[in-house]
């Protein structure tokens, strides 16, 4: 029945305005409606009894108005009761006697109840298909939230299973595991929180993720630390994984690095540039300068903090390279712009 509805001009246009032409072409098909009816009337008049003037047009103006349109169906009304008021109450002049005047309201009262019907019809008939988008359209933003938290929970727990295994490999006592553990499971919850405050669609900043990674360090915002680069939008598991990085950093530049030392600092820098192959890279560079002379680890025998970053960073395609300097370490990531984006992420595990 939906089916065949839609298919009527005057329910198409609900869902869709007309086109020029097709709009020209149901005026002309209630034209052709309304002269079939005053031709059927014609040429029944003779054998017809007085007080049947309108028996025609009645269902002339219910098929125009239903099936092309209210608009269309005035149309036909007004030139049915001209034509019944002038071809067949009184033929060949506007009678204005009181019995011409009661038929002709009488008509203006059916014909009003008839269009109203069928308004209030394909006004119903617009407010169910506009649920049905609704419902569609919640459906279908249902899917993509379940399929996102499928993605980001597999995120999670793969990052929570990295975490664990390196800081099991690293730790030298249970306490120490346990310290390790809750620094680093916090930074990851910091940066879901960040994520979870974000609006649909809405990408978090570099510079906030960098911020909220570095602020148990309490050097966001001193002369101990530098941050630099243009507004760069980011989300879904880029944020995780930039924030366990930075977090990694930070602690290590902590313990080790350049904010052991009263006077160290840190520059973090980060660009747009394009690789070989002509597509676009983020560049994140880290680099730590007034504090101890750093010790390059050994081969083979990196630490919980390279390991992570050569492990995590490879799931959003990036890579890194690490350099020890006597000025300080320098840590330089490199990730795909496409890789920044929850869309591109769930489109690249397709």
């Known amino acids: ?105 009488l008509y203006l009262f059916v014909v009003a109840t008839d269009l109203t019907l069928i308004y209030l019809v394909t006004r119903a008939y617009r407010q169910e298909m506009t649920t049905r988008e609704e419902i569609q359209r919640l459906a279908e933003q249902q899917e993509v939230m379940a399929q996102e938290l499928d993605h980001r929970l597999k995120n999670i727990f793969a990052t929570i299973n990295a975490i664990i295994s390196l800081s099991l490999k690293n730790a030298s006592s249970a306490d120490e595991l346990a310290a390790r553990l809750r620094d680093r499971l916090t930074a990851l919850g910091r940066s879901n929180l960040l994520l979870r405050g974000l609006r649909e669609g809405e990408d978090a900043s570099l510079q906030s993720v960098v911020f909220q990674a570095l602020e148990p360090f309490a050097i966001v915002g001193t002369p101990r630390f530098s941050a630099n680069g243009p507004r760069v939008p980011i989300g879904g598991q880029t944020v995780v994984v930039l924030s366990l990085i930075l977090h990694e950093l930070g602690t290590n530049a902590a313990k080790y690095g350049a904010l052991s030392m009263q006077n160290g600092h840190v520059a973090l820098d980060w660009s747009i540039e394009a690789s070989t192959d002509a597509t676009e890279q983020l560049v994140i560079t880290w680099r730590e300068s007034g504090g101890p002379v750093p010790t390059p680890p050994l081969a083979g025998a990196g630490g919980f903090g390279s390991t992570l970053m050569k492990r995590v960073i490879a799931g959003v395609r990036g890579q890194t390279e690490m350099t020890y300097p006597e000025t300080g370490a320098v840590i330089r990531m490199t990730l795909p712009v496409d890789m920044l984006r929850p869309t591109a992420e769930l489109a690249a595990d397709r």
């Open 1 to 105: 029945m939906r089916a065949l509805l839609h298919r009527l001009p005057a329910f198409a246009s609900v869902q869709e305005r007309l086109s020029r032409s097709g709009l020209v072409a149901t005026y002309v098909a209630s034209l052709i409606v309304f002269a079939i009816a005053l031709a059927i009337r014609a040429w029944f008049d003779p054998v017809l009894p007085a007080g049947f003037p309108f028996l025609t047009f009645f269902p002339a103006v219910v098929i125009c108005g239903f099936v092309f349109g209210l608009r269309q169906g005035v149309l036909v009304a007004a030139l049915s009761g001209v034509s019944a008021w002038y071809f067949f109450i009184s033929p060949g002049r506007f009678d204005f006697s009181m019995g011409t005047l009661l038929a002709m309201g």
